[in-house]
């Protein structure tokens, strides 16, 4: 069979000599085997990089309600942290805070902080109102939480962010806060 002249040395073959190659056989064949390792990789890559993105926006709202629990000390008055609306990915729900969320004064709605999610999550509030962040850094009621889901349903992968008492905040995966 002809080699593809891969690894071949350029001076002339003698009789007694072989080419060293690879066979476009071989070659074809490795290329399969490395598609079919790609195809199982795939998935997984992809629920990977999902659950990335649900834990960049768990991370990033636990961030921000710590920040505002401080900044209401700080500023000894009430805030309010709203959703956002202006997204592809919103919906009209009073609870839908899957475009963002932004941190504002609630005597005169100046707003202080505004957070955005960039990827198509699905972000859900217990609520259909703004939450209430006091001037002594207590953060709503106790039951208040977020879910935070991905939007292929056949990953399922989901965050949930829970308020507990005494203003305390943790999360788990799921949909649902655990005792």
Same mark, same amino acid.
Not at 25 to 50: K, N, T
Not at 153 to 161: D, E, G, M, P, T
């Given at each position: 069979m002809q080699a593809?002249? $891969? $690894?071949?040395?350029?001076?002339?073959?003698?009789? +007694?000599?072989?080419? #060293?190659?690879?066979?476009?056989?071989?070659?074809?064949?490795?290329?399969?085997?490395? +598609?079919?390792?790609?195809?199982?990789?795939?998935?997984?890559?992809? =629920?990977?990089?999902? =659950?990335? #993105?649900?834990?960049?926006? #768990? %991370?990033?709202?636990?961030t921000d309600l710590q920040t505002a629990r401080v900044r209401a000390l700080q500023r000894g008055e009430t805030l309010q942290l709203a959703r956002l609306r %202006?997204?592809?990915?919103?919906?009209?729900?009073?609870?839908?805070?899957?475009?963002?969320?932004?941190?504002?004064?609630?005597?005169?709605?100046?707003?202080?902080?505004?957070s955005q999610v960039q990827t198509p999550l699905q972000v859900t509030f217990a609520k259909s109102d703004p939450l209430d962040i006091s001037q002594r850094g207590d953060l709503g009621t106790v039951g208040d939480r977020w879910v935070i889901k991905s939007r292929q @349903?056949?990953?399922?992968?989901?965050?949930?962010?829970c308020l @507990?008492?005494?203003? =305390?905040?943790r999360w788990q995966s799921g949909e649902a806060c655990s005792n």
């Open positions: 593809l002249g $891969f $690894f071949t040395s350029y001076g002339s073959l003698s009789q +007694g000599t072989t080419s #060293r190659g690879f066979t476009l056989v071989e070659l074809l064949v490795c290329l399969g085997v490395l +598609g079919v390792m790609a195809s199982f990789a795939i998935p997984s890559w992809q =629920r990977l990089q999902e =659950r990335s #993105r649900v834990e960049a926006t #768990r %991370d990033q709202l636990m %202006d997204c592809t990915w919103g919906t009209s729900a009073n609870n839908d805070w899957s475009c963002g969320w932004q941190l504002v004064v609630k005597v005169d709605q100046t707003v202080l902080h505004t @349903s056949v990953l399922s992968i989901a965050n949930v962010l @507990s008492s005494a203003s =305390r905040l």
